[in-house]
Structure formats: C-alpha cells, structure tokens
C-alpha cells in the first residue's frame, strides 16, 4: 500500500512537471514569433538619411543626395525597396 501511494505521489509529480514544460515552450515560441523583425535595405546614392516618418507597414525615408533629395519608401514587414522619388533642387 505504501508504494502504490509513492508511486501515485511521484506521477502526480511528474504530471506537472510535464505540463509545466509543455506551456513554457508554448510561451517561448510565442515570444519568437512576436519580436520585431530588424531588416536591413541598402540604399544606392544617398549620402545622408535626414527624416524618416512610417504608416502603417512602410516607412519613408528622406535623404540628402548629390543632385537634391530622395523619398524612399521601404516596406517594413518584408524590408523590401518600395521606390523611391528623387527630388531635385530648384533652380
């Protein structure tokens, strides 16, 4: 009789330990999913980055080139070149 109850007390233990292990990895991988995602675009022919202003899933950037200025627009869920306006000085 003694051990059938060790037997029950150390299953039950067991039990949630099992559990235990099974929501921390549900969590974790949650986690993952939800941190933010850092991409990296290259820019040909800007020399500065001067202003940047995002909506919704795209972000434009404004920078200084040679010739005047640029608007970039990059998609932040994928990091993708959008396109970009070139903008000249005035004369």
């Known amino acids: ?19 235990s292990v ?3 990895t549900i969590v974790n991988r949650m986690s993952d999913s939800l941190r933010a995602k850092t991409y990296t675009t290259t820019i040909p022919g800007v020399a500065d980055v001067l202003e940047m202003s995002a909506s919704g899933d795209r972000v434009v950037l404004r920078s200084a080139t040679p010739n005047g200025a640029r608007l970039t627009v990059v998609d932040t869920a994928t990091g993708r070149l959008v396109g970009t306006i070139d903008l000249p000085r005035a004369p």
């Open 1 to 19: 009789m003694r051990a059938l109850k060790a037997l029950v007390v150390i299953m039950g233990v067991l039990i949630v330990v099992g559990f």
């Open 22 to 24: 099974i929501a921390t």
